[in-house]
């Protein structure tokens, strides 16, 4: 007997029935699949913190370094400047001047007037010199801050001035090591060296510059506060053209603006020496007294 041949009818149940175990194997399935977690090899470990770390006294170390760096490419600067000078009385004193500085000590000054040279000032190490043409007056002493505030307006030693003049850290300041603080001030950043009870001398950086001196003494009272600003690209050196510098303890105040400055051009050492005028009058200053006159005919 000829098989049965399998009707419409079966051929539909078998159909129906593979379609209800296909969804209940995926209903089984799905569940599982929705837990599994792809594994992807993993990346570098992220680094942990340097305990202590401080980014801004990082930054600080790469300025104070750079800045180190920039003092040992400067060598001497030339310029003619417009200096403004106010004192006690708040009055504010005009005058141009032509001014050459060599490292570590040597400064010379000429006072200009309508007339021509005013004042003619040269310190080199211990010693500085002042030639007042109009009187025909020479005068000798010790390049101390005295000295020089009183004929060049800036009460310090000429090393410090020499300093300040090319935008350099004043000597004291321990740049080296790292900063006992870091601020912001209006944008710009403040390293801190010392305490109150030491003294605080401050470093102040803007857009990598040096913007800021500060150096005070314990107890509060500032000693000087000079700023730095329009620096120019000088043969690959950033130099500023503007020095503004306060002297709270002598009441003073001065401003130097650079007109072309020169940067480590050829300065001979007799740039800085100075002899009497045939038939000067020549006076030896000392400390304590304002001069001695020693006319030699």
């Known amino acids: 007997m000829p098989p049965m041949r399998a009707t419409d009818s079966a051929r539909g149940r078998v159909r129906c029935y593979l379609r209800i175990v296909t969804l209940l194997l995926l209903a089984a399935v799905l569940p599982l699949a929705s837990c599994v ?96 043409p109009g009187q025909n007056r020479f005068m000798r002493g010790a390049a101390n801050a005295e000295t020089l505030y009183r004929f060049a307006r800036i009460p310090m030693e000429p090393n410090d001035a020499v300093g300040l003049l090319m935008g350099l850290a004043p000597r004291e300041f321990a740049i080296s090591k790292p900063a006992d603080s870091v601020s912001n001030d209006n944008g710009m950043m403040v390293a801190a060296y010392g305490t109150a009870e030491t003294g605080v001398r401050q470093l102040g950086f803007s857009n990598g510059n040096l913007a800021l001196v500060r150096d005070t003494e314990a107890g509060g009272q500032v000693r000087y506060e000079v700023r730095y600003s329009d620096y120019h690209d000088i043969g ?10 306060d002297f709270p303890a002598a009441r003073s105040h001065v401003k130097l603006r650079y007109l072309r400055p020169i940067i480590n051009g050829a300065v001979p050492e007799s740039t800085f020496v100075l002899t009497p005028a045939p038939g000067a009058t020549q006076m030896n200053l000392s400390k304590g007294v304002s001069y001695r006159v020693e006319n030699e005919g």
């Open 37 to 132: 977690v792809v594994q992807y090899p993993k990346g570098p470990e992220p680094e942990s913190p340097i305990p202590g770390f401080d980014a801004q006294k990082f930054q600080i170390e790469k300025l104070t370094a750079a800045l180190a760096e920039r003092e040992k490419s400067l060598e001497s600067m030339q310029t003619t400047a417009v200096m403004e000078y106010t004192g006690i009385d708040q009055k504010v004193v005009k005058a141009k001047e032509q001014l050459v500085v060599k490292r570590p000590d040597s400064l010379r000054v000429e006072a200009m007037s309508p007339f021509g040279v005013a004042l003619l000032l040269a310190a080199q190490g211990p010693e500085l010199a002042i030639y007042e």
């Open 236 to 245: 690959g050196v950033q130099f500023p053209y503007v020095v503004d510098a």
